[in-house]
């Protein structure tokens, strides 16, 4: 497993398309601080510490548009550049091999909602300076360090669902495009097919209530919630999950999806 | 370590993907410190055993030893001792040819200056910078060749690796599998280019419909041959009288000359059968067949 990993910390080094992503991300964030601003009744939300929580949530909500990319195409790329075939012949272990890969977008999700934070720190600041405002005081008993460093996991958590699903789809079906393509198109079919179901009523209701998209919203809403209680990030809906519910019906998700990328990975013959 | 004489040994090895036989009870055996060609047309079956030796695919049926340890459950050792080229070489596009062989040394645990060493010895130090997709085909199969000596394995096993080289490519790597030999190597090698092999190989085995055809050193396989050219006149009227013979199997016109299909001990018999015909020939003697013509005989490739 350590070989592994020093080699994909190596090649995650070396590799553009992580920086990439980073700053697409970070650049929304900038932007939607940025526009979030002009708006006299949310700006208080973007100062510092409130700020930060945006910033994470915001981290999260881009979650299944940006990170698909990076863990589709670390796990579909080792499968179309024949890569599998030459680290294999190295270290037998299958299983260390698709995990390591794992680990290693996993930590960048992690340094990505960190730098998420730089930016949400900078940009909070400069809109608070530039505005004259502050936040509001935290509840009573509630700290906004405490709240900031669970939604930093929480973020973290959220996401790594979305990378889970791509970087699973890329290694089952040998691909780069089919593991992006599910990674996205599963967050924009997942919202979809959550919209009619919530609109034709229970039963289909209650279904939707239990798709990850709803488990990876009620995490980082009802966190952010601890410390926002108002505007359009601290808004919590009638039905949000509550923190325990969306943590296990995410974990529950995720072993499901690693069950079957490494029941793929370790029983079929490398053909790449 | 293991005392087994024999590199490489398969009992019966098969593979099937589903209705297709890829390999079909595969029984071959690799001595220490040889070089051995594993012949065969496309799709004969070679990748996929290579494969079954690496634990890249399973068999089906039948056992593989590498070392006189079964590969199904000695695996890491074996991947330990040895080092894989199999088909085309296959690195990260992004990365240069350099800091692929340390990804490849990352896993393996191999220093850094090995890789400098094994760069050397392929001759792809002043490109080593370079990404791996900008290399030509010649320089992608130096760096996997590089690769495959990363961890100065006792075993090497190479699947096709002239392709894309230029001439003095190839006789690069013929040379460098035979300084391997000379160290006390093994070489497993698989190619297209049978003049190579009948140059380089102790022994080789050709490979047809997965299975083998015919195994040994080049000299006894080409040596075996039961082919005698007669050089005789009148050629036709020669051709009748030996084609009335009860044990000629076959007689053809070639280049002026007969090749008569005899065992090879009635040779002596064609020269007297002919005699008592008037005719006297001058020159009869073993046809020596190329490794390309007999391996299109066996394979059936030449129609």
């Known amino acids: ?272 | 370590m293991s005392g087994s004489e024999t590199a490489i040994e398969t009992t019966d090895l098969t593979k099937h993907y589903g209705a297709i036989v890829a390999v079909d009870h595969l029984n071959l055996s690799v001595n220490r410190g040889e070089i051995f060609g594993f012949l065969g047309p496309n799709g004969s079956g070679k990748s996929t055993t290579m494969r079954m030796l690496l634990g890249l695919a399973r068999p089906t049926a039948g056992r593989a030893q590498v070392f006189g340890l079964d590969v199904h459950t000695h695996l890491p050792e074996i991947l330990r001792r040895t080092g894989a080229l199999i088909e085309n070489p296959t690195f990260y596009p992004f990365l240069s040819g350099r800091e692929n062989l340390r990804v490849m040394g990352d896993l393996t645990g191999t220093p850094d200056s090995r890789v400098e060493v094994v760069l050397g010895l392929v001759d792809m130090q002043a490109d080593a910078d370079r990404p791996f997709s900008s290399y030509s085909l010649g320089m992608k199969q130096r760096i996997g060749v590089a690769g495959t000596l990363l961890t100065e394995p006792e075993l090497l096993i190479l699947d096709e690796p002239g392709n894309g080289l230029d001439p003095a490519g190839i006789v690069e790597m013929r040379t460098l599998m035979q300084q391997l030999r000379t160290a006390g190597h093994t070489v497993f090698v698989s190619s297209h280019v049978l003049h190579e092999i009948e140059q380089v190989c102790d022994r080789i085995a050709i490979l047809n419909h997965g299975k083998v055809v015919a195994q040994g050193s080049v000299q006894e396989l080409l040596g075996a041959t039961d082919r005698v050219e007669i050089q005789v006149t009148p050629l036709e009227e020669a051709a009748a009288v030996l084609r009335a013979l009860p044990w000629v199997s076959g007689v053809a016109v070639e280049g002026g000359a007969l090749l008569v299909t005899v065992p090879i001990e009635r040779s002596a018999d064609l020269t007297r059968a002919l005699g008592e015909h008037g005719m006297y020939p001058s020159v009869i003697r073993p046809r020596q067949e190329s490794l390309e013509r007999y391996f299109l005989e066996l394979t059936g490739a030449a129609a």
């Open chain 1, 1 to 272: 497993m350590i070989g592994f990993l020093r080699a994909d910390w190596r090649k995650l080094r070396q590799r553009w398309m992580p920086r990439i992503l980073l700053l697409i991300l970070l650049a929304v964030v900038a932007l939607i601080f940025l526009g979030t601003s002009s708006r006299a009744r949310f700006r208080s939300d973007l100062a510092l510490p409130d700020g930060l929580v945006v910033a994470l949530s915001l981290g999260a909500g881009f979650a299944a548009f940006i990170w698909p990319v990076l863990a589709g195409s670390w796990s579909g790329g080792e499968y179309g550049w024949g890569t599998v075939r030459m680290a294999l012949t190295r270290q037998p272990s299958r299983i260390a091999f698709s995990l390591s890969g794992l680990i290693m977008v996993l930590l960048t999700v992690g340094f990505g909602l960190l730098l998420v934070l730089g930016v949400g720190a900078i940009a909070g600041s400069l809109v608070a300076a530039a505005n004259h405002i502050t936040a509001p005081a935290p509840p009573a008993g509630t700290s906004a360090a405490g709240v900031i460093v669970k939604l930093y996991f929480g973020a973290w958590f959220a996401s790594a669902f979305y990378a889970v699903l791509a970087y699973t789809a890329g290694a089952v079906f040998r691909s780069t495009p089919a593991g992006i393509g599910i990674g996205i198109g599963f967050a924009v079919a997942q919202s979809a097919v959550s919209a009619i179901f919530t609109a034709l009523g229970d039963p289909w209701k209650s279904f939707a209530s239990h798709f990850p998209d709803a488990y990876t919203m009620g995490l980082t809403a009802r966190l952010e919630n601890e410390l926002i209680h108002s505007g359009p990030f601290g808004r919590l809906e009638p039905n949000t999950a509550s923190i325990g519910a969306s943590m296990l019906g995410l974990a529950i998700y995720m072993a499901i999806l690693l069950a079957l990328m490494l029941a793929a990975v370790r029983q079929r013959d490398v053909t790449s």
